[in-house]
């Protein structure tokens, strides 16, 4: 097999850092925004929605989502994003990243207004209208995931590729920080407008039936920035990667390229540079040079997002029962939202975006392999050092209901809990994005890059559902109205340190 390289790839691996390439991250790197934004944004309304659709005046307690149709909210977008990730990244390759990387865009903008239009006169419909664009809205997520890394990835030079993958995906750190700052914005602005007493002084007047709008507002929103770089996402040309390697038109490519990066190129092939090995997927020659590969980064994407899912999308009924959110019965339900999206914020700005950026200047200096094994040791670390004295930062119920917790240490296990989201950025979850992109063939590149990310959101789902259930107090009475009791927080966050640990034997 020659070994010699096209002219146009060459000049790609060696071409200095361009305006072009900084284009590329912000055009690819805007639809990881509203990814983020419109996958975490609905951990802000989802108290809100069991508040307004699922009140039962015999139970004493503010209205919450029965188990199912809670799980069915936060997950069926998980659903959705792993169809996504599958189909999208083998179209990638088979139709070019291009021709596809549009129709994803499109899917975002229209189910994310389409989710905040979800119609209907009782709970019922508006759930599963809600749950329907939701579900097509992940469909269209699930595309950008294996598109924008390969993208960034056949753009990048040799140098720099890891950093502009990993700037890529940073712009989940913004989505997520974003979606909690709209969801404060519009719930301070209801709250001014609309002022409820706590439901513990009014249970029927604490919802104000105005709240409704305002869930839909904070989902509808997440359409803008995508409508924003739709138009630049169509005028990107094919990458040079796929028009020579996989459509084998060089001369194209190097039009394209020399377009691009403003630089001459001869678009002579050297004798048989464009040929490479045309070994299927899944097939024997495939599994012995890429077999273990693809099973590394599936199966560590896999349990890292059993942890960093059911972290990010259960973080306000962790901090509510350990005391650091107020208990439900003492807010109004736009009051919630309101303090909810606070702390979410609060730990995005901290710990969340903070990671995602050492990462970015980090990865081409000290490699993929020493960010994710650290990662995953600091998670594991962090998270056994939240659950073993657990009692210790949680302090103990002082009544019966658990409505109020006395003594314990908040602060400092907010702050812990905090690490686990920081390691995970300056980590795995960055790392896991960013290798797959980078070891696979350009013909398989976008198909492969898929199979591991949608390994990565059904340890996502898994760890959503999981967490939900297990999380449950043991002890029924402190459990919330249709839930059945589980196995505690502690254990939980045992059970999650455990998935910590694997990823690092894996990796």
């Known amino acids: 097999m020659a070994t010699a390289k096209l002219d146009v790839l060459t000049a790609l691996d060696s071409a200095k850092t361009q305006v072009y390439h900084f284009t590329a991250i912000v055009i690819a790197g805007m639809g990881f925004f509203t990814d983020a934004y419109d996958l975490f944004c609905?951990?802000?309304?989802?108290?809100?929605?069991?508040r307004l659709y699922y009140y039962n005046p015999s139970t004493g307690k503010p209205g919450t989502l029965p188990a199912l149709v809670n799980s069915s909210v936060i997950t069926v977008a998980l659903v959705g994003t792993l169809t996504g990730q599958l189909f999208f990244g083998w179209l990638g390759d088979?139709?070019?990243?291009?021709?596809v990387y549009g129709?994803?865009?499109l899917l975002m903008?229209?189910?994310?207004?389409?989710?905040?239009l979800s119609f209907g006169s009782t709970a019922k419909s508006v759930i599963v209208t809600l749950c329907f664009f939701r579900f097509w809205l992940g469909f269209g997520i699930g595309g950008d995931y294996p598109l924008s890394a390969t993208i960034m990835s056949e753009y990048a030079n040799t140098r720099t590729r890891g950093a502009f993958i990993a700037a890529v995906f940073a712009m989940q750190g913004f989505g997520i920080l974003t979606g909690a700052a709209v969801a404060i914005i519009a719930a301070a602005a209801f709250k001014k407008e609309y002022p409820r007493k706590p439901f513990d002084e009014d249970p029927i007047g604490s919802t104000a039936p105005q709240a409704d709008f305002l869930w839909r507002i904070i989902l509808m929103l997440g359409s803008i920035p995508?409508?924003?770089?739709?138009?630049?996402?169509?005028?990107m040309p094919e990458t040079a990667r796929y028009t020579a390697l996989v459509a084998g038109d060089t001369r194209q490519a190097t039009k394209d390229m020399a377009t691009v990066l403003n630089?001459?190129?001869d678009d002579e092939v050297k004798p048989e540079a464009h040929k490479s090995p045309q070994y299927k997927l899944f097939s024997r020659q495939f599994l012995r040079r890429h077999g273990t590969q693809l099973l590394g980064t599936a199966s560590t994407w896999f349990l890292l997002d059993i942890a960093f899912y059911s972290g990010n999308l259960s973080q306000k009924d962790v901090f509510t029962s350990v005391g650091w959110l107020p208990p439900a019965s003492t807010m109004s339900a736009i009051e919630e939202v309101y303090r909810i999206a606070r702390a979410q914020a609060l730990i995005a700005l901290c710990a969340t975006v903070p990671g995602y950026w050492f990462t970015v200047f980090l990865i081409d200096h000290i490699g993929r392999f020493v960010i994710q094994l650290q990662g995953f040791f600091f998670m594991t670390a962090f998270m056994l050092a939240l659950a073993i004295p657990y009692n210790h930062w949680r302090?103990?119920?002082?009544?019966?209901?658990?409505?109020?917790i006395c003594g314990g240490h908040h602060i400092a296990f907010v702050v812990l809990y905090s690490f686990t989201f920081f390691f995970s950025n300056f980590g795995p979850n960055s790392t896991t994005f960013i290798v797959p992109a980078e070891l696979f063939p350009a013909r398989l590149r976008s198909t492969c890059h898929g199979i591991s990310a949608a390994a990565g959101k059904a340890g996502a789902i898994l760890g959503a559902l999981g967490?939900?259930?297990?999380?449950?107090?043991p002890n029924k009475k402190y459990d919330d109205f249709g839930y059945s009791p589980g196995i505690g927080l502690k254990k939980t966050l045992l059970i999650m340190a455990g998935c910590n640990g694997l990823g690092f034997l894996f990796t």
Do not use: P
């Open 103 to 105: 129709i994803t865009l």
């Open 263 to 265: 630089i001459d190129l």
């Open 467 to 473: 967490f939900q259930l297990l999380a449950e107090d």
């Open 42 to 50: 609905i951990s802000t309304v989802t108290k809100l929605l069991g």
């Open 109 to 116: 903008i229209l189910c994310s207004i389409a989710s905040g």
């Open 94 to 99: 088979k139709l070019g990243r291009k021709k």
């Open 395 to 404: 302090g103990e119920n002082c009544d019966t209901s658990a409505s109020k």
């Open 226 to 235: 995508a409508m924003l770089t739709y138009y630049w996402r169509m005028r």
